[in-house]
């Protein structure tokens, strides 16, 4: 499951704003977008199952891995 809050921690520390990150995909030519608002459901916990396409773009914008933005059942 994707970590709404960890992606918000990362996205904040690097200074980035929600629509910044959008920016950030689209003039990065991935094979996917994110929306300012998509974005910002993800954080809230709203959207619960992002395509791994999505992820995988938002692990590279944020600078980490993939396992930083999920959460594990225990």
Known sequence: ????????ELRERLG?????VENLI???KYK????KSYLEELER???KNPSF???EVLAKILCCKLDDLTVYAE
């Open 16 to 20: 980035y704003t929600s629509k910044d």
């Open 1 to 8: 499951m994707l970590n709404g809050k960890k992606i918000r």
């Open 26 to 28: 689209k003039r990065g």
């Open 53 to 55: 396409q999505k992820v």
């Open 45 to 47: 916990g709203d959207k």
């Open 32 to 35: 996917t977008s994110i929306s």
